[in-house]
């Protein structure tokens, strides 16, 4: 799977949106980028994941650069309970069942603090 | 989404002990996997649970050490065996969701060896 690259820290503003950046300058035309994130003394939370089309579900909005060397989670309001580390995981396929297709392979992350 | 239940939260235990994890899912999932998350580290995947059969190991994770069980669709334990203050960490219990595409996790057990 291929290499993502992601700022260790970010801090944002109560209220106003959160961009988080990552680069997977290496990802394959058949790899998905997922974003989970992991509040302190939870497990990880899935977000939202994408191929190619930026998507938005309730939690957050992804845009994926056209040449999909890079992508943006954006939290478009966030808020305190939004504090987390956010994970950016490229992996083949959308599918997770199937041969080794189930794996998801945790970076560090970057540590998102939201501030009053 | 289902919800995954991991019990214990935390323990503290002693050198050379050993310490079960149990983890219970509210419907059937097909995937069950067990991670580990040590101090100021990401999440590591020791073994994919296998309903019935033996579970599946990554490298450098052995059943002799993490044995872990599903008997069921809904049920998986992990055993920390022979415990050591390097098994100090987080493990976490996940199951893949209906839809294929994603996993949910567990809370997690914080085991602390003394």
């Known amino acids: 799977d291929a290499k993502t690259t992601q700022p260790p820290s970010m801090d944002c503003a109560e209220g106003r949106a959160a961009n988080l950046p990552c680069n997977h300058s290496t990802i394959s035309g058949n790899e998905y980028v997922y974003w989970y994130r992991q509040i302190h003394s939870q497990g990880p939370q899935y977000i939202i994941h994408g191929l190619k089309n930026n998507e938005t579900n309730e939690m957050a909005s992804l845009i994926i650069t056209e040449d999909r060397k890079s992508s943006t989670l954006i939290l478009p309001h966030a808020t305190l309970r939004d504090t987390a580390v956010y994970y950016c995981?490229?992996?083949?396929?959308?599918?997770?069942?199937?041969?080794?297709?189930?794996?998801?392979?945790f970076g560090k992350g970057t540590l998102l603090t939201v501030n009053p | 989404s289902a919800v995954i239940s991991q019990k214990p939260s935390r323990d503290i235990c002693q050198r050379g002990t050993s310490l079960t994890i149990q983890c219970q899912v509210d419907?059937?999932?097909?995937?069950m996997f067990w991670y580990r998350q040590q101090p100021g580290q990401s999440l590591t995947l020791i073994a994919t649970?296998?309903?019935?059969?033996?579970?599946?190991?990554e490298s450098g994770f052995v059943i002799d050490k993490f044995p872990i069980s599903r008997p069921n669709l809904t049920f998986s334990t992990l055993t920390v065996s022979n415990m050591s203050p390097e098994d100090s960490s987080i493990y976490l219990c996940?199951?893949?969701?209906?839809?294929?595409?994603?996993?949910?996790f567990g809370s997690g057990t914080q085991l602390s060896v003394l």
């Open positions: 419907s059937q999932v097909t995937m």
């Open positions: 649970a296998n309903q019935g059969s033996e579970a599946t190991y």
């Open positions: 995981i490229v992996r083949v396929g959308g599918l997770l069942r199937g041969g080794s297709n189930y794996k998801l392979t």
């Open positions: 996940s199951g893949l969701d209906g839809t294929d595409t994603k996993l949910f």
